[in-house]
């Protein structure tokens, strides 16, 4: 039966007949009984592109700008000649769903069949188009010519493919490979310098450089669905998303770029590069899912050709390209093997970087500066500091920095003059005394004599070094005096350093000076945070980690109660990774509320990749990883966000409307408020952290501002009944948010763009959530190891006041003053001018007052630490109980461990075994020691090759193996009597060898100490005890 729709006026459809794709996707109200009856829909379609299809030319613009950031972009290119041929087709049994949810991400299902190739024969930059780009730090002027570039789309054709005919052949996927090249181009930049006095470099001047070359390259890209596993669990990758169940090879791009000119102007300092110069940079191997998880490795090679970069030094107030040539000076940076080179680098999933391997002047040399030099430069390891240790012995290397330091800064050159001769000093005298590890340096009259050897050239300062040294290692501390005169008498420049020397030795004495032992304090039973009733009543509607682990492994063939689910994934982010991780594997998937379970994996992969950054942040090594984290941390945000509760900012006539009870002239403030607000500017809106700034700031109008023009919650929900804590609803915990927050504080990349905003991110992810929020997130910051670190805390306030905000426009920058303050009610956060000169409280310390501030706020965060224990601490036992002992000693009665009567419950039958077998091994290993003992007392010279000596070392090997294991069992099995007297003979006997090495060595005083102990006390202890007598007693 057939029925049209009048008010539409559309044809009919008839729902017993298949009605096409674009019937249901257009119309999809009329097609309901259809694709509700049949879901599934096939499709097919196809495209050819002839080989005679081009385009004469197609200008492009491309203009982006942020409504935060400072600066803009304008690029305009020319694509001349463009043209394209192949082949779009739909692949071999597509099929669509027609009432999925609509996402962009569902594109990745209906990848088609495509062998397309296209490309642009003449790129280029027009001069009269200005094209500039600004990040609001660096200008930059790009102007390009002779541009070409060639596309290829290839996905879903194999040799067998009859309709492509093709040769080559992705049937998984799509692969995008690029060809491009660039004749010539060139790119001016501008940028602010930061101030540094000390090498005449101060505010205002600017960093200018010009680079020209040419650029050739290719860039490949598979996108491909991951391998899927017979083993899928809760916390592997949702096959279902395709954002997760896809992943891009990278492997085989690469660029070249040969310069015609590079020069970096710095005030009156430029640096040039050799014309021809040539970097290139391969990626031998990058596969990575979409959210760019996985690792790269790159191989990046240069050349100089032969020659080095030049510094040139032109007088203070005159640039280096318009002084006179008679008025410069310049010189060589680069010694020869570092004119060409070639290293190999692998970047992790949190922008790790490491060096793996490297070629200076030809593959595969070895030298002193192989890839390990440049891995210690850039992520140092156990072997870093010998070899950096070798690079400052190497006098060709230091002669050529001094030279390059002596036209940066002539104190700069002194003082590293100074420095390194004296380290080569110190190794000829290292080398001479036959010192090869630190070790060998410790006896104390070695080191007196080192020391003397050191400053005067011979040793005869060594009696008067020997009493400093002894001081010390009693536990005295450094005679401040006695040092003092003994630098001054040998150290030439000590009355130039006399303050800092003498500040340094008064540490170094409290250092090692004497410490006041505190009173013995006597044991009491303290409650935990969490059981206290002041915080456990804040937590009533909070489960504990011992309900969720009961709830969760009780019942494992049913599926989850639905309310119960939807608490684990609302308290999730502030769980640990172990928990987060235990909680999915416990259970199957299918248990979970389907958006329960997506929070909780994305909480997990959040975490996850969150406690991979806290392993590893900071420092050059890590130069690339704000880039990596601003990946996914722009999504997690954002989708924080989306789940907090809505604000609704209602209109100024709503809000006037619903407070009947306001008095007029209230209406009247409020009114001239709101018109004042919407003059400044009507299309601005302000983040959430300027929201809770510019509120601080503005005190006198705050509870007008919080209560009418940032209304949060609507007028009938009221405040929620008692006492509660009030958790945060981000995806993101306080330790997260902690941790993401110091990598940002900590990176060498601080004052970029990308830094700021990833910052400026968090710091609105705080302030959109309830104030314990950010208490917890300060509190984990002083609290990396489990307990409150004022001090530590104390350093990234202080960083954090500090913001690096250049790139934000002034209306866009936060007062970090005000912003805390709103996170800290009660609390006024110091400002660093009034402790400065000038300042009001400038005979006060700055430090101590930001200290006072964290010690406040992790006294605050105790709610914060009760919850901790509340949500990831199960408490097994008190203080009251019983101090636990071994398995056996447990069990009372008939199955008293001494007599073996366990009853075979399993694991007791386990330990039981495991206590025999080290017991009898033990046995035989004393008995195969017995017999080594009698061959030793008949005076064999060639002891260590007998079956004994081999024997007695093998069962001994097993006895020890045998109590780990039972150790691995029960850890208190160390309280057993004959397993504490094997370990008491096994300590005793590495005691009596170390004793005996030191007395053939006669380190320090042992064979004194030794002789008294053998003797008892006398009153005379400058006589030496005789050899054999020390021999004889040891």
């Not at 199960?874 to 398995?887: A, L």
């Not at 042992?1006 to 053998?1014: A, D, E, G, I, K």
Request: one cysteine or more; proline letters at 5%.
């Amino acid at each position: 039966k057939r029925s049209g729709s009048i008010l539409t006026g559309r044809p009919p459809l008839d729902a017993g007949d298949s009605p096409s794709v674009a019937a249901i996707i257009l119309f999809p109200e009329e097609t309901t009984s259809f694709h509700h009856y049949l879901r599934l829909l096939q499709y097919d379609y196809a495209f050819d592109v002839s080989q005679e299809s081009k385009l004469d030319a197609l200008t492009l613009s491309i203009g982006a700008t942020h409504p935060m950031l400072k600066g803009a972009t304008t690029i305009t290119m020319i694509l001349d000649s463009i043209y394209a041929f192949g082949s779009l087709m739909a692949r071999e049994g597509a099929i669509l769903d027609p009432i999925e949810r609509r996402r962009k991400r569902n594109i990745l299902r209906h990848l088609p069949a495509i062998d397309l190739s296209c490309g642009v024969q003449n790129i280029f930059i027009p001069p009269e188009s200005k094209s500039y780009s600004d990040d609001g730090q660096t200008l930059f002027l790009p102007e390009l010519e002779g541009g070409r570039m060639m596309l290829r789309f290839l996905g879903g054709i194999d040799k067998q493919n009859r309709r492509s005919g093709q040769v080559d052949s992705v049937s998984d996927g799509v692969m995008v490979a690029a060809d491009f090249e660039v004749a010539m181009f060139n790119l001016n930049t501008e940028g602010d310098c930061m101030e540094f006095p000390e090498l005449d470099v101060y505010e205002g001047t600017k960093i200018r450089t010009n680079l020209s070359g040419s650029i050739q390259g290719a860039m490949k890209s598979h996108l491909r669905p991951q391998p899927v596993t017979t083993d899928v669990s809760s916390v592997g990758p949702n096959v279902f998303n395709p954002l997760e169940a896809y992943e891009i090879d990278f492997s085989g791009t690469n660029l070249s770029v040969k310069m015609r000119e590079y020069a970096a102007v710095i005030g009156h300092r430029r640096i040039i590069l050799p014309a021809e110069s040539a970097f290139v940079i391969k990626t031998l191997e990058s596969v990575v899912d979409m959210g760019f998880e996985g690792n790269t490795l790159c191989e990046l090679s240069w050349d100089f050709q032969g020659l080095s970069p030049i510094l040139q030094v032109a007088p203070i107030g005159e640039s280096p390209e318009d002084a006179q040539p008679e008025g410069k000076e310049q010189v060589a940076i680069l010694i020869a093997p570092l004119r060409q080179g070639r290293f190999s680098f692998q970047v992790s999933s949190v922008g790790g970087i490491q060096v793996k391997k490297a070629a200076t002047s030809r593959d595969h040399k070895e030298g002193l500066y192989d890839w390990k030099f440049f891995n210690a430069l850039v992520s140092p390891d156990d072997s870093s500091a010998k070899r950096l240790l070798d690079v400052l012995h190497d006098r060709r290397s230091m002669t050529k920095f001094l030279q390059v330091a002596k036209l940066v800064n002539t104190e700069v050159h002194s003082m590293m003059d100074y420095s390194l001769r004296q380290i080569w000093r110190a190794k000829e005298i290292l080398d001479a005394e036959g010192i090869q590890e630190p070790g060998h340096a410790i006896p104390m009259f070695q080191m007196a004599r080192l020391i003397s050897l050191f400053l005067t050239g011979d040793a005869q300062e060594t009696t008067v070094v020997l009493p400093l040294i002894r001081r010390v290692i009693e536990g005295d501390g450094v005679d401040v005096v006695a040092v003092k005169d003994l630098l001054r008498k040998y150290l030439p420049q000590f009355d130039d350093w006399a303050p800092e020397i003498d500040r340094g030795l008064r540490w170094l004495a409290i250092l090692t000076g004497p410490m006041v032992i505190p009173p013995a304090v006597s044991g009491e039973e303290v409650t935990p945070l969490a059981q206290v009733a002041s915080h456990a009543e804040r937590f009533k509607d909070i489960p504990t980690a011992a309900q969720l682990y009961k709830t969760i492994m009780e019942k494992p063939q049913l599926p989850l109660e639905s309310n119960f689910s939807n608490l684990v994934a609302r308290v999730a982010p502030y769980l640990s990774f172990d928990q987060i991780k235990f909680i999915l594997e416990a259970r199957s998937s299918t248990d979970w509320q389907q958006a329960d379970l997506r929070r909780l994996r994305y909480v997990y992969t959040i975490k996850k990749k969150v406690l991979e950054i806290a392993e590893s942040y900071g420092g050059f090594s890590f130069l690339p990883q704000s880039f990596l984290v601003s990946v996914f941390l722009g999504e997690a945000t954002k989708a924080s966000l989306k789940v907090s509760k809505p604000k609704r900012r209602k209109p100024a006539t709503d809000a006037l409307s619903t407070q009947g009870s306001r008095s007029g002239s209230f209406r009247l403030r409020k009114r001239r408020v709101l018109n004042h607000l919407e003059d400044i500017d009507a299309d601005f809106i302000l983040s959430p952290a300027q929201q809770a700034a510019n509120v601080r700031e503005t005190s006198d109008q705050t509870s007008l501002l919080q209560d009418e023009i940032y209304l949060e919650y609507d007028v009938d929900e009221g405040l929620p009944e008692g006492d509660s804590y009030e958790m945060g609803d981000s995806l993101l915990g306080p330790q997260d948010v902690a941790i993401l927050l110091q990598s940002g504080l900590t990176s060498v990349m601080k004052s970029s763009t990308v830094v700021q905003l990833n910052q400026r991110m968090l710091l609105d992810l705080i302030s959109n959530q309830p104030r314990s929020f950010a208490v917890a997130v300060l509190a984990e910051i002083g609290s990396p190891s489990g307990e409150g670190s004022p001090r530590g805390l104390t350093s990234a306030l202080m960083s954090l006041l500090e913001l690096d905000q250049t790139a934000f426009t002034e209306r866009s920058k936060i007062n970090m003053h005000a912003l805390l303050e709103s996170w800290l009610p009660g609390l006024k956060v110091p400002v660093r001018q009034d402790y400065m000169a000038g300042g009001r409280w400038a005979r006060q310390s700055y430090y101590e007052a930001i200290f006072s501030i964290a010690t406040s706020i992790l006294e605050d965060a105790e709610s914060y630490g009760a919850l901790k224990g509340h949500l990831q601490r199960v408490r097994h036992n008190k203080e009251s109980d019983p101090i636990p002992g071994p398995m056996g000693e447990r069990v009372s009665g008939d199955q008293a461990y001494g007599d073996f009567s366990l009853i075979d419950d399993g694991q007791t039958k386990v330990y039981a075994e495991a206590v025999e077998d080290a017991k009898s091994k033990i046995a035989s290993a004393d008995d195969n020691g017995r017999s080594l003992i009698d061959l030793l007392r008949t005076g064999k010279a060639d002891w260590k090759a007998t079956d004994e000596y081999r024997r007695a070392v093998e069962y001994y090997l097993k006895a020890f193996e045998s109590c780990a294991i039972l150790l691995d069992l029960d850890r208190y099995a160390f309280q057993l009597d004959w397993f504490k007297d094997f370990y008491q003979r096994n300590y005793d006997a590495l005691m009596i060898k170390s004793l005996f090495d030191n007395v053939i060595e006669d380190v320090d005083n042992v064979r004194r100490w030794l002789q008294s102990l053998r003797n008892g006390p006398v009153d005379d202890m400058s006589v030496e005890p005789d050899a054999s007598d020390v021999v004889l007693a040891a």
